[in-house]
């Protein structure tokens, strides 16, 4: 009889999940919470890490049929439109940019019919010495693992980690949108306090965001777009042309938040993965990109381990420090970007324009490198 798992989270993250696990001869039932599956209308880039994970998964080809190179690392100006670094035409980049819901519908193709059910809200998890079981409502799963991919609030981890503190706020938020527009490239916008992110996603679609400093977290505004506008007044073309084709009613706004150290990302048969685990600032464009690395060597560790708590061993073992250390870099790369301080912003500026554009894809690829470079363990054909 194949092994057969439960997968809470119908995310990026646990659909990556219960690919693993099928490669490696598993089963699994994937529960999202969300009466309707699909992602939130909104962007993202994956680095060299991320795609590698997504070709030990086997769906490299189909992905990189829906994102779009980004530069957006090496397009960096002020408001007022001057560059500070450029991307010279020719240059490769080692990044691609997505809509979520184009990565999301790929990984759900690759997943038989029937093994991701919708609208299934986890109540409680038990868990006895050969099984765990997970109960949403009347019904129950039991299985031989529980993966908890349920994202930075997860249910899961409040249940069996009670003792963990929740997400912690550090002061940023951010505002997000997808606007119909020909010709934008990719880019960052260095403000004092503030940035504003265009990544083309595919299909005549630039994603935007605009991350910012708060003073508190919780403040939403009648009219998110109208407070977009606000604090972007004047920057550069084509940032008023994004919002102007950017339907209010569309714009995302949410506070940034992240998890603080956990002591183990396994208790029993159940294990964290992505957000659920490792929670992290979008900064370093790494919080999916995690959740896919977890996820080919949880599967890894399960393959070529004895059983199932001795894989969970080595599965946290391999993942905690790595996804930890993440978490401290983004923490304070974004931090940084929105902080207010005029010399800061000053220095960072300065610092970029004297790095020749020629040179800056080799210099940020070496600076990032411990994080591009990881490579995933091999999955069983």
């Keep these: 009889m194949p092994k057969n798992a439960v997968v809470v989270g119908g995310g990026i ?3 990556a999940a219960a690919i693993a696990l099928r490669r490696i001869g598993w089963t699994a ?3 999202e919470r969300a009466p309707e599956l699909g992602e939130l209308g909104a962007g993202m880039s994956q680095s060299p890490n991320a795609l590698r994970a997504l070709a030990e998964l086997g769906v490299a080809d189909q992905a990189r049929a829906v994102g779009v190179p980004f530069h957006g690392v090496f397009n960096l100006r002020t408001p007022s439109g001057g560059h500070i670094a450029r991307a010279l035409p020719g240059t490769a980049s080692p990044l691609l940019g997505f809509h979520r819901a184009d990565l999301h519908r790929v990984l759900m193709d690759a997943l038989p019919a029937g093994w991701v059910r919708a609208g299934a809200q986890v109540t409680a998890v038990r868990q006895g010495a050969d099984e765990a079981t997970v109960s949403c ?4 799963w039991a299985a031989d693992l529980v993966v908890a991919a349920d994202g930075v609030r997860s249910t899961v981890r409040h249940l069996l980690w009670p003792e963990a503190p929740g997400p912690r706020f550090w002061g940023n938020t951010v505002w997000r949108g997808v606007a119909r527009a ?3 490239d990719a880019g960052m916008t260095l403000g004092r306090g503030r940035y504003f992110l265009t990544m083309p996603v595919g299909r005549g679609r630039v994603y935007w965001a605009l991350g910012a400093h708060a003073d508190r977290s919780g403040v939403r505004y009648e009219d998110e777009l109208a407070e977009v506008r606000r604090r972007v007044h004047r920057w550069h073309d084509p940032i008023e042309r994004l919002l102007d084709a950017t339907p209010p009613e569309a714009v995302l706004h949410h506070d940034i938040t992240d ?5 183990g990302y396994v208790r029993g048969r159940v294990v964290l993965l992505g957000d659920a685990a490792h929670a992290m600032h979008p900064d370093m464009a790494q919080g999916a990109a995690q959740s896919l690395e977890d996820a080919v060597v949880l599967a890894a560790a399960l393959a070529e381990a004895g059983d199932v708590p001795e894989a969970l061993a080595r599965y946290d073992e391999r993942r905690r420090p790595r996804t930890q250390a993440i978490v401290e870099q983004a923490r ?3 931090l940084a970007s929105t902080s207010g301080n005029a010399v800061g912003y000053q220095l960072r500026t300065l610092a970029v324009r004297m790095v020749p554009s020629s040179r800056w894809p080799t210099l940020a690829a070496r ?3 411990p994080v591009w470079d990881w490579r995933p363990p091999r999955l069983p054909r």
């Design 29 to 31: 039932t994937v529960l």
């Design 332 to 334: 304070a790369k974004g």
């Design 259 to 263: 998890l603080d150290p956990l002591d």
């Design 182 to 184: 020909e010709g934008v």
């Design 367 to 369: 600076a990032l490198a």
């Design 137 to 140: 409502g009347a019904e129950e």
């Design 13 to 15: 993250g646990g659909l």
